[in-house]
């Protein structure tokens, strides 16, 4: 049963152009494991709580893209949003996609920036999404970018935080996301 004296931190996934490496990077922490990391609490009264990542959770399709919407609907303001990956942003986003609205894919663009837009905090995790990586080497056909770029173009505010590296070591994911838990955003 859920104690209400523990803060709930939800943490919507998304991964873009990525090689899914800094997921499997990430998952491999040793101390706390993943378990504990995501099951436990973090730290005192601060719960982490992974409600989308395409790549570890058990359902799919549009019961997914239903329950991140609504995650973030509720929690707006107050979830965490880690992008993986590089933004594919020439031809209006059609070099990458997360669900379906209508029959028509839904870009990755839209989903980062409205999901971008209303986040306590944004983690670019790994080089791709730090600095636009591997996808964004030249001649960059799909004008993937990173997450920082992508914001300036969109004008979007939220604090975001780069965690790079090829892929990141969990420890630079935990010790950064512990440090926000305990000291807030530094602005
Ligand atoms: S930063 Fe490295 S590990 Fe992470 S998505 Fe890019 S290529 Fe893969």
Redesign the pocket.
């Given at each position: 049963m859920k104690d209400p004296k523990v803060e709930e931190y939800p943490i919507l996934w998304l991964q873009c152009a990525?090689?899914?490496?800094?997921s499997v990077?990430v998952l491999n922490t040793e101390r706390p494991s993943i378990k504990n990391l995501l099951i436990d609490e973090m730290l005192p009264g601060k719960h982490l709580n992974l409600r989308y990542h395409a790549t570890v959770m058990a359902g799919a399709g549009d019961a997914v893209i239903e329950e991140m919407r609504k995650v973030a609907q509720a929690k707006e303001g107050g979830y965490i949003l880690v992008v993986?990956?590089a933004i594919p942003t020439a031809a209006e986003g059609e070099y990458g996609a997360i669900g379906e609205e209508g029959e028509k894919p839904i870009p990755m663009t839209a989903w980062v920036e409205s999901l971008g837009r209303d986040a306590l905090a944004v983690i670019a995790l790994?080089?791709?999404?730090a600095f636009g990586?591997?996808p964004g080497g030249s001649p960059n056909p799909s004008g993937a970018q990173s997450v920082e770029k992508f914001f300036k173009s969109r004008n979007i505010a939220t604090p975001l935080i780069n965690i790079p590296?090829?892929?990141?070591h969990p420890d630079w994911f935990v010790g950064t996301v512990a440090r926000v838990l305990i000291s807030g955003l530094l602005r």
């Amino acid at each position: 049963m859920k104690d209400p004296k523990v803060e709930e931190y939800p943490i919507l996934w998304l991964q873009c152009a990525t090689c899914t490496g800094c997921s499997v990077s990430v998952l491999n922490t040793e101390r706390p494991s993943i378990k504990n990391l995501l099951i436990d609490e973090m730290l005192p009264g601060k719960h982490l709580n992974l409600r989308y990542h395409a790549t570890v959770m058990a359902g799919a399709g549009d019961a997914v893209i239903e329950e991140m919407r609504k995650v973030a609907q509720a929690k707006e303001g107050g979830y965490i949003l880690v992008v993986e990956g590089a933004i594919p942003t020439a031809a209006e986003g059609e070099y990458g996609a997360i669900g379906e609205e209508g029959e028509k894919p839904i870009p990755m663009t839209a989903w980062v920036e409205s999901l971008g837009r209303d986040a306590l905090a944004v983690i670019a995790l790994g080089t791709c999404a730090a600095f636009g990586g591997i996808p964004g080497g030249s001649p960059n056909p799909s004008g993937a970018q990173s997450v920082e770029k992508f914001f300036k173009s969109r004008n979007i505010a939220t604090p975001l935080i780069n965690i790079p590296g090829c892929p990141p070591h969990p420890d630079w994911f935990v010790g950064t996301v512990a440090r926000v838990l305990i000291s807030g955003l530094l602005r």
